[in-house]
């Protein structure tokens, strides 16, 4: 035994006579400390690799390999157009050329625009060599997941409805002797196989359905990680807007969807999605993370556009950092662009209300965060706010001359916000909004500081910029 746990006995044992080593951990995974380090000497300490693989020689070799498998066959690939399934098709398409079709079905879950720019690129019009076809079949999902709001039972839907949707499509165009997916190496370890559990039950990876009319499936990247993937396509000379696309899951939108999936709340997260993407990409940081995406809770918020009141949808937006895509960290997206991304969502989104993850970063290093928006004070919000080290309040008034009206809308005011601060003993309060009711601060900062000393304030939505020391 060479290493142990407070709660795993044998972390790490040896047997260097035999040439024997394991460790009870995961080194593969982006968090574990000297990970890479543990692989590195695995692989070239104790089995001796050479260490001269190159993508080139997995292209050519692929390609030669599926030559041989399909010989005179016919296959159909089931395209997406994202990362995967694209690589997929051109190593496919490059190996055995118009005997493959590509089967694109858009199934309304799909990102803005994202049909259309799919078949810009593998439809008649585009550079490539293959059979295309597109099936609309939008309605169709929709009304199979009508009720439903288990994200399990979504996931299963949308899986076994494309299966359908292929073996239709199969039959129209002839006999077809192989189905090609572009599964990769996480899916295969999260669909399940041996004693893993189950976390991407959509992918058909370790078998065919009962159902399925093909001979066999194909998955050429079957061995592959993300960054291998994207590294196979720019091999293949697959342009890299292509290439570095936000990997995009197989059941799309219905599981970044709480709760029932409606045409009308695929819409506001197909908005939201680019509109964070775009910003993203302008900010400079999009090489930068893993993935980002927004997503859309099934929570509805009290919220004030102008003069008026809204009511509506709250928009998640999400940011990680990864490698491998089988595990992953928060990312800490700098705090000025969240201003950008608020206004943003808010104006181009008619009124629907952003939950950005703005407080995620202090809330990692053990802060208590307690956060309201203009509902009336009350002996649950003084409650969650005791001893907090920040207080967030938004959405409030905060002009004397308004105090009245507020009342009457039963919204909390800052200045009640401060004296709920002051008696929950928080450490600081920020006041945020977004309207142009706050276009004055220092007119009622000051009387709200004499109730609350440690209170800061944002001018039209823009984020308070503060630097959190480790908690």
């Known amino acids: 035994m060479t290493a142990h746990t407070p709660v795993c006995p044998i972390a790490g044992m040896e047997n260097e006579e035999k040439g024997w080593y394991g460790i009870q951990a995961h080194p593969e995974v982006l968090h574990t400390q000297e ?48 990362v995967d399934s694209s690589v997929a098709g051109v190593l496919m398409a490059k190996a055995i050329g118009d005997q493959l079709t590509c089967v694109f079905v858009d199934h309304g ?33 929709y009304d199979k997941l009508a009720g439903v709001t288990d994200p399990e039972r979504k996931r299963k839907i949308i899986g076994e409805e494309f ?143 102008g003069d008026e009141r809204t009511y509506d949808y709250a928009v998640a937006l999400r940011a990680v950092n990864t490698i491998d895509f089988m595990t992953a960290e928060a990312a800490e997206i700098p705090r000025k662009y969240w201003g950008t991304l608020q206004r943003g969502e808010i104006v181009e989104e008619d009124g629907r209300i952003l939950t950005p993850d703005m407080v995620l ?52 005011t800052f200045y009640e916000a401060a004296e709920l601060a002051k008696a929950a003993e928080v450490k600081e309060m920020w006041l945020t909004h977004y309207s142009p009711s706050l276009n004055r601060p220092e007119e009622y900062l000051k009387d709200t500081q004499d109730i609350f000393e440690n209170t800061v304030a944002s001018r039209d939505g823009q984020s308070v910029e503060l630097v959190f020391e480790e908690a």
């Open 35 to 82: 990970g890479s380090k543990m692989l590195h000497n695995f692989v070239y300490s104790v089995c001796h690799c050479a260490g001269d693989w190159k993508m080139d020689a997995f292209v050519e070799k692929s390609i030669e390999e599926i030559r041989k498998k399909v010989g005179n066959g016919r296959a159909l690939l089931a395209l997406s157009g994202g």
């Open 109 to 141: 879950l799909l990102r803005k625009n994202e049909g259309d720019e799919v078949e810009a690129v593998f439809g008649p019009n585009g550079p490539y060599k293959l059979n295309f076809i597109r099936v609309n079949a939008q309605q169709r999902f």
């Open 163 to 305: 299966i359908r949707v292929f073996e239709e499509e199969a039959k129209k165009i002839g006999k077809v002797d192989y189905f090609v997916q572009g599964t990769i190496y996480p899916d295969v370890i999260e669909s399940g196989l041996g004693k893993s559990a189950v976390i991407k039950s959509h992918h058909n990876v370790g078998g065919l359905p009962e159902h399925v009319d093909f001979k066999e499936i194909i998955e050429p990247l079957r061995m592959l990680f993300k960054d291998e993937v994207r590294r196979a396509g720019l091999e293949l000379g697959i342009p890299e807007n292509l290439v570095y696309r936000q990997p995009f899951p197989g059941p799309g939108l219905g599981v970044r969807i709480i709760g029932e999936v409606t045409a009308e709340k695929v819409r506001i997260v197909q908005d939201a999605d680019a509109i964070y993407r775009e910003e993203i990409a302008k900010a400079g940081i999009d090489r930068t993370l893993g993935q980002y995406f927004a997503a859309l809770t099934n929570m509805r918020s009290v919220g004030v556009m």
């Open 361 to 412: 970063g202090p809330a990692r290093k053990g802060l208590k965060i307690t956060y309201a928006t203009d509902t009336r004070p009350t002996e649950s919000i003084l409650e969650n706010a005791k001893h907090a080290d920040l207080f967030i309040c938004e959405g409030m008034y905060g002009e004397k001359d308004k105090l009245k009206k507020a009342k009457e809308y039963k919204h909390m």
